[in-house]
């Protein structure tokens, strides 16, 4: 006859292996801080966010060096992480550097390759990049590149 404590252990392995073996990533796996997606209407491969939000740089900044400041990350919210001992995961298909830096408000925004990262208010969910071009300092991030001015051909409308 088991006893109570081997039920439990027994139940509780069994628990975990049917969650180990249905999950698509393993267990302690940290989801990608910026993953690369292909966008449609661009027609080529950006970064974006874990929730795959469209994530963008302004024209003339840097890591350090912010030129978006509190009424403007009201529109263009930037890409930050609770604190500086916060892992960045690159997902498939990102190239370059992730990194972090401190705000001017004291947050801790993500670059990646130097470039601070912004999400758009205006877009509303993934797939969305109503932000590109926006006053022609607002670009969508490409995943796998390192240039920091606007993309080879514009869009229209944008």
């Not at 940290?30 to 966010?49: E, G, M």
């Not at 963008?56 to 919210?77: A, D, I």
């Not at 991030?141 to 001015?149: D, F, I, K, L, M």
Request: hydrophobic share 40%.
């Amino acid at each position: 006859m088991r006893t109570r404590s081997t039920r439990i252990a027994a139940l509780t392995a069994g628990v975990l292996a049917a969650a180990w073996a249905g999950s698509a990533a393993p267990l302690g796996a940290v989801a990608p801080t910026v993953r690369a997606a292909h966008n449609s209407t661009l027609n080529r491969t950006i970064a974006v966010s874990v929730t795959g939000r469209s994530l963008y740089h302004r024209v003339g900044e840097r890591t350090g060096h912010v030129l978006c400041g509190s009424v403007c990350s009201h529109v263009w919210p930037p890409l930050t992480v609770p604190s500086a001992s916060t892992p960045l995961v690159r997902g498939a298909g990102v190239t370059g550097t992730l990194g972090k830096f401190r705000r001017p408000d004291g947050r801790w925004q993500v670059s990646l390759r130097g470039l601070p990262l912004y999400r758009f208010s205006g877009d509303r969910g993934p797939g969305q990049v109503h932000g590109q071009g926006v006053g022609r300092i607002w670009f969508a991030v490409s995943a796998a590149t390192a240039s920091s001015g606007p993309p080879p051909s514009s869009v229209p409308g944008y």
